[in-house]
T-cell receptor
Framework: QKEVEQNSGPLSVPEGAIASLNCTYS??????FFWYRQYSGKSPELIMS????GDQEDGRFTAQLNKASQYVSLLIRDSQPSDSATYLC??????????FGAGTRLTVKP | ETGVTQTPRHLVMGMTNKKSLKCEQH?????MYWYKQSAKKPLELMFV???????ENNSVPSRFSPECPNSSHLFLHLHTLQPEDSALYLC??????????????FGAGTRLSVL
């Protein structure tokens, strides 16, 4: 059974801190990895994508990928209350199916 | 605005009703998807259409019937639903090719309540 695992949270960090969100996946042939942000009652919004091992930075967001460990993470620097949302990890598996994790709920406290 | 439009945004229906959800994408993509999102559960892929052909049906009950008349439009026809079908139904589209990364863009969703 192919899976994408995330801690459901809630993860609570103070404003200005670094939030670290983690995801593991089971399909070793996966090539593309994504982080979506979903505000309550809204649809998922793509915020980061990463395709090769290492770090991918975009503003306050950094995605990290380690294919050997089948692990992908998202770091949010200088967290803001507006970052409070559920973050979904998504993996494009070898058969080109996209599989989503259940999401981690992040709360940034002022 | 993601370029994927879903209507209606909210729908309340009885178990004997027939209704349809509509999705339209303006991104020129060749694949469209229906997902179901229930509370505290991962997004559940229901149907995939690639170049208007259904390529995946994840054991979805027959009371859900998809229709894809062209690569820009996708419908989900609903009939004799159960209360446990109440959920957020999300449509997504992507460009599937050797080079494209299959990044999926979501519509705003339809919040469905079955009474």
């Amino acid at each position: 059974q192919k899976e994408v695992e995330q801690n459901s949270g809630p993860l609570s960090v103070p404003e200005g801190a670094i939030a670290s969100l983690n995801c593991t996946y089971s399909d070793r042939g996966s090539q593309s990895f994504f982080w979506y942000r979903q505000y309550s009652g809204k649809s998922p919004e793509l915020i980061m994508s990463i395709y090769s091992n290492g770090d991918q930075e975009d503003g306050r967001f950094t995605a990290q990928l380690n294919k050997a460990s089948q692990y992908v993470s998202l770091l949010i620097r200088d967290s803001q209350p507006s970052d409070s949302a559920t973050y979904l990890c998504a993996v494009n598996e070898e058969d080109n199916d996209m599989r989503f994790g259940a999401g981690t709920r992040l709360t940034v406290k002022p | 605005e993601t370029g994927v439009t879903q209507t209606p945004r909210h729908l309340v229906m009885g178990m004997t009703n027939k209704k349809s959800l509509k999705c339209e994408q303006h991104l020129g993509h060749n694949a469209m998807y229906w997902y179901k999102q229930s509370a505290k559960k991962p997004l559940e892929l229901m149907f995939v259409y690639n170049f208007k052909e259904q390529t995946e049906n994840n054991s979805v009950p027959s009371r859900f019937s998809p229709e894809c008349p062209n690569s820009s439009h996708l419908f989900l026809h609903l009939h004799t639903l159960q209360p446990e079908d109440s959920a957020l139904y999300l449509c997504a589209s992507s460009q599937v090719s050797e080079l494209a990364k299959n990044i999926q863009y979501f519509g705003a969703g339809t919040r469905l309540s079955v009474l």
